[in-house]
């Protein structure tokens, strides 16, 4: 029989309740006007979203249902519609660069990341994949979050609370370098996932390896190619996670308007690289795929077989070389000469291929 104490309704994932009913004080709120360009405001009881055309009174929203459509003094007509965590990520303060909505969501799918997971990552920035991996824990989860400035974590930790409308119960944060502090508060073994942004995750690859579980996931947010290579390079001689995986997303929206339905002009094209690895159980040896080698792999016979009659080109002769080396260089002297000189000319080179011809015995009587 199921205890009514312990229905979702009653005890909601934490964030949830501010996420349902009626707009309350205190609540970010996007308003849309009718050309679609909208603002995020915090409620606030006596306050006014004030534009050239007119203020809307904050009260007129509060005790609202979400997706109403209020007019402001002026009549000008306003969506009212709770932030999506993607409108949120791309608005809120940031101290530093955010990781995008489209690579948080591969992070946690691609990533694996599952409720009551315990998650570390390194590299809080503004507490946006935080959030994202917060979701994806709940509240019986947790996060363990790493960040070596000070200012950065205190941003994060403002943006957490604004979005879950208080600390996150899965949430801890600690102060210093990653390779350095999770081998002191992790046990070996204790991680299902680690999620690294950061410039030089190849620095942490025995951390990694210390504290992931058999068979957990490690993903990397890069920027760059280089680091890309040296993360996948590290991690492949490394030898105790399985092969390295890597790729980018690009999101393309388009424009629907009666017929007119094209891509958009604009698109969010790169942000970064993912790359993710699997832990292997200790003593286990990574397989080692079988790939084309590289042009420093290369056998003597390897070598010797690219040649061109190898890969089906035809031979030229020498003779041909050299009638079309006479040909390039009489059609540049051609048009500078009178037509009868020219025809002398020709009428020369033919003469001399015919000498040097019976010369080398390569006419076309010679049998050869």
């Known amino acids: 029989m199921n205890n009514p104490a312990s229905s979702p309704a009653e005890n909601p994932p934490h964030g949830a309740a501010s996420r ?3 707009f309350r004080p ?4 996007q308003l849309t006007d009718e050309k679609g360009r909208m603002n995020t405001v915090t409620l606030t009881p006596g306050g006014a979203f004030h534009t050239h055309k007119g203020f809307l009174l904050h009260d007129t929203i509060i005790g609202q249902p979400e997706g109403t459509v209020l007019p402001n003094t002026t009549g000008q007509l306003y969506q009212t519609l709770r932030p999506l965590l993607s409108d949120f990520v791309l608005s809120m303060p940031r101290g530093a660069a955010v990781v995008y909505p489209k690579d948080a969501a591969q992070i946690v799918t691609m990533g694996d990341i599952f409720p009551g997971a315990r998650v570390v990552e390194a590299g809080v920035g503004s507490g946006a994949l935080s959030i994202s991996l917060l979701r994806a824990v709940g509240d019986a ?3 363990h979050s790493f960040e070596r400035r000070p200012e950065f974590a205190e941003i994060a930790k403002g943006n957490v609370e604004t979005i879950f409308g208080g600390p996150h119960p899965a949430w801890r944060v600690t102060l210093g370098d990653f390779q350095e502090q999770v081998l002191v508060e992790e046990e070996p073994g204790s991680v299902d996932r680690v999620v690294l942004d950061m410039l030089a995750p190849w620095e942490c690859l025995d951390a990694v ?3 992931l579980a058999p068979g957990g996931v490690w993903i990397n947010y890069v920027a760059t190619v280089t680091q890309l290579s040296r993360t996948a390079e590290a991690i492949r001689a490394d030898g105790r996670f399985t092969e390295p995986e ?6 393309r929206g388009w424009h629907l308007e009666g017929l007119a339905v094209r891509p958009d002009h604009r698109m969010v094209a790169h942000t970064g690289f993912l790359l993710t690895a699997r832990r292997l159980a200790d003593g286990a040896t990574g397989l080692v795929q ?3 080698p590289s042009k420093t792999d290369f056998s003597d016979e390897d070598l010797n077989a690219w040649t061109p009659q190898a890969v089906g080109e035809r031979e030229v002769s020498d003779k041909r070389l050299r009638r079309v080396a006479r040909d390039a260089s009489s059609t540049i002297q051609r048009g500078a000469l009178p037509p009868e000189e020219a025809q002398a000319r020709r009428d020369a080179e033919k003469e001399a291929e015919k000498d040097t011809e019976k010369e080398t015995g390569t006419g076309a009587g010679s049998g050869l």
């Open 290 to 292: 079988k790939r084309r």
């Open 209 to 211: 390896a210390t504290v």
């Open 246 to 251: 890597a790729w980018e997303s690009m999101v």
């Open 20 to 22: 349902r009913g009626p």
């Open 141 to 143: 989860g947790y996060l």
């Open 26 to 29: 205190g609540e970010r709120v």
